[in-house]
């Protein structure tokens, strides 16, 4: 079954149809990421984004329960050079194109993504669609130009009710802006008893179940949209530790008089270089996002860049000068990717061990 890739500047990469059999619009992003095709359409970060992968095979270790970052994903599309015909693991449960079937996402395989790759790079992130053979493609190109891709699916992609993830230690709230498993199975880790709430959470709400500490979760979207939760954040890190991770890196900056940009193609994949400014340390990490922190709005604020990333020099982690709160751009829990960053979480254990420590005694 032939399918057609179609961008918004008029380019059309021809391949094969796999997958769910419908048309889809999206914004077209790459990722680097050599594994981990799973957890990255499953990952609500890329709600309403066509994937394309880098990585000339994919599929060839199927698809299992236990890696999944959301069970409703809601990317709009993938693009692959090739699709394992044959995908073997002891961990296998369905093929990777039997699961996109499942998921109502559309696939096509046959693509040259090296040369789309180098188009993104120059040109940018750009709309797309995926149709089937059959349809007229002028008249593709002219409804891709005027479709509207929403960049704000946070509403979307929210548990609409809290609900619990029970432990026996530290009381975590955690705001779900589209929340990766993989961090809450970072916090049951740590046997922390965490209350997962909807993105509307307010500064009341959260204080009412009186918690150790707030993890604002990762989610897709422009952060400056997120005014709620930025207000809710100027308010909450005065009285308890705070922890951001991607999109909740950003809206703790902006809480605190930072601004965000667009990036030109974003970071999507594995192999991100970051280091840690205290210490010169230097990690790969795990990274999906397509916005990112001003460098320069941080001078004036209360905020201190302690992570950067190396080849770009984007601001990959902040901390506030005078309250127990920090963010990382980045996914300390590495899913997939490399463990280097993972011990941030025990760093944001510590920081409420010893806040907890301080009320005792005090």
């Known amino acids: 079954m032939k399918r057609y890739l179609i961008l918004d500047d008029g380019s059309v990469f021809e391949g094969e149809g796999f997958g769910a059999k419908r048309t889809s619009f999206g914004e077209v992003v790459f990722t680097t990421g050599m594994t981990g095709y799973q ?9 309403n984004q066509i994937l394309v992968f880098t990585n000339p095979l994919i599929g060839n270790y199927g698809v299992n329960l236990d890696d999944f970052e959301s069970l409703e994903p809601n990317c709009q599309g993938v693009v692959c050079r090739e699709v394992a015909r044959v995908s073997t693991n002891w961990r296998k449960q369905e093929s990777f194109p039997e699961f996109l079937e499942e998921m109502n996402i559309p696939g096509i395989s046959g693509v040259d993504t090296r040369a789309l790759t180098k188009l993104l790079r120059s040109h940018g992130t750009m709309k797309g669609m995926l149709v089937d053979a059959g349809v007229d493609i002028e008249e593709a190109k002219q409804r891709l130009h005027n479709t509207e891709i929403t960049s704000q699916m946070v509403a979307e992609v929210s548990t609409s009710k809290a609900y619990p993830n029970p432990g026996n230690k530290r009381n975590i709230v955690l705001v779900d802006y589209g929340v990766k498993h993989s961090i809450l199975r970072e916090l049951a880790a740590r046997d922390c008893n965490t ?3 909807p993105y509307t959470a307010t500064a009341k709400d959260i204080l009412r179940l009186k918690p150790d500490g707030v993890l604002l979760s990762n989610g897709p979207g ?3 949209m997120m005014e709620n939760a930025v207000e809710m954040v100027k308010e909450i890190e005065q009285k308890l530790p705070v922890f951001g991770i991607c999109l909740g890196h950003q809206i703790l900056s902006l ?6 940009f667009k990036m030109k193609f974003g970071h999507r994949g594995f192999n991100h270089p970051v280091k840690e400014i205290a210490t010169g340390k230097i990690m790969f990490t795990s990274q999906n996002h397509g916005y990112a922190v001003d460098p320069d709005s941080i001078e004036g604020t ?3 860049v302690t992570h950067t990333e190396i080849n770009d020099g984007t601001v990959e982690g902040v901390k506030h000068k005078y309250y127990p709160a920090f963010s990382v751009q980045f996914h300390p829990d590495a899913a997939p990717g490399p463990l280097d960053a993972i011990d ?6 510590q920081i409420i061990d010893q806040r907890k420590e301080e009320r ?3």
Do not use: C
């Open 360 to 362: 005792n005694n005090a």
């Open 39 to 47: 957890e990255a359409v499953t990952d609500q970060s890329y709600a």
């Open 195 to 197: 209350i997962v709430l």
């Open 302 to 304: 209360d905020l201190i």
């Open 255 to 260: 809480a605190n008089g930072a601004k965000t």
């Open 344 to 349: 941030i979480f025990d760093d944001f254990m």
């Open 222 to 224: 422009d952060p400056i």
